[in-house]
């Protein structure tokens, strides 16, 4: 078994628990900007025969996907038997539809760009909308890891008297799953978006949530207005302090110094995304994924 993982270098510390799961050599990659915005990559070419997973997060889509998949095709250039994608954040989700006309409906249009350079692609907690499944969306091997369990456990671990509260009715099943999986009551809220900075929320049940610690957890986290929205609630009622749980932590702008600056008693996240609120980790779920991707590829028969 030759496995061999080269993360891009946003991920290098995730990849320490990915590789570990996974059985995988790490290999180094370098990633050259050039003034005029191209880019060039470099990687280990001693590749003959390898299983490989290049591991990149997708918060940046735009930025990264050439590179991605000049990467992709150079390692195949280099003999690598099967290349896998770990994008433990997936971009290009919510355009699963078109909502005005002429539109162009990207999640499936950056699924066909993906697919024409790896062999298969293991994700955590996707945000899905109307496409029921990610191997709807994705015509190779996929495999999509739950962040509940791990997000269950260090709540359960760091706020036992937790309540969690999911900012709107999507978020319902997996704060159901949260909350059931760390012993605690959860609620969820209703929203309306009128706009990316917009947001309004309904009032948390102030009976169901005295005497605990409200944990809100949210998918997604990007213009942060969401849960600033819902703390404004929280104090009114005169709850404690929240704690914020991010699955994956885009904070695009200045959403986490807006954030930092409120009533919070803590922020944390998964490492999905490289960042400074990073408290749980997610590498070895995805390790395992992708080792069970990696060995049925291997077992199945070449087609001729």
């Not at 060039?40 to 390898?50: C, E, N, P, S, T």
């Not at 390692?75 to 971009?91: K, M, N, T």
């Not at 937790?162 to 099943?173: F, L, N, R």
Request: charged residues 20%.
């Amino acid at each position: 078994m030759n496995r061999i993982l080269i993360p891009f270098p946003a991920d290098v510390a995730l990849a320490a628990t990915v590789g570990a799961e996974l059985g995988a050599r790490i290999a180094p990659l370098d990633w050259h900007r050039f003034p005029d915005g191209e880019s060039l990559v470099a990687l280990d070419d001693g590749l003959q025969g390898a299983d490989l997973a290049i591991l990149a997060s997708l918060r940046t889509a735009d930025a990264i996907a050439l590179p991605l998949r000049f990467a992709a095709e150079t390692a195949r250039e280099f003999g690598a038997r099967s290349v896998g994608l770990i994008a433990p954040y997936l971009g290009y989700m919510r355009q699963d539809t078109r909502f005005h006309r002429g539109e162009a409906v990207t999640s499936p249009l950056f699924a066909r760009f993906l697919e024409q350079s790896f062999d298969w692609l293991v994700t955590v907690d996707p945000h899905l909308h109307r496409t029921p499944r990610l191997d709807a969306l994705y015509r190779i091997p996929t495999a999509q890891v739950r962040a509940a369990p791990v997000v269950a456990r260090w709540i359960a671990a760091n706020v036992p008297d937790a309540t969690v509260i999911g900012p709107d009715s999507e978020s319902e099943q997996w704060v159901n799953s949260i909350a059931t999986q760390a012993g605690v009551p959860f609620q969820v809220l209703r929203k309306v978006r009128r706009g990316d900075y917009d947001v309004s929320v309904s009032l948390p049940d102030a009976d169901a949530a005295a005497g605990r610690t409200p944990v809100l957890v949210d998918d997604i986290v990007s213009s942060g207005r969401t849960i600033l929205e819902t703390l404004v609630h929280l104090e009114r009622l005169g709850l404690p302090a929240p704690v914020v749980v991010a699955i994956h932590p885009v904070f695009s702008g200045d959403a986490y110094e807006q954030l930092k600056t409120a009533r919070l008693a803590r922020i944390v996240s998964t490492d999905t995304i490289a960042h400074p609120s990073n408290a749980i980790s997610t590498g070895p779920a995805l390790g395992a994924a992708a080792s069970k991707l990696m060995t049925s590829l291997s077992a199945a028969p070449e087609v001729s």
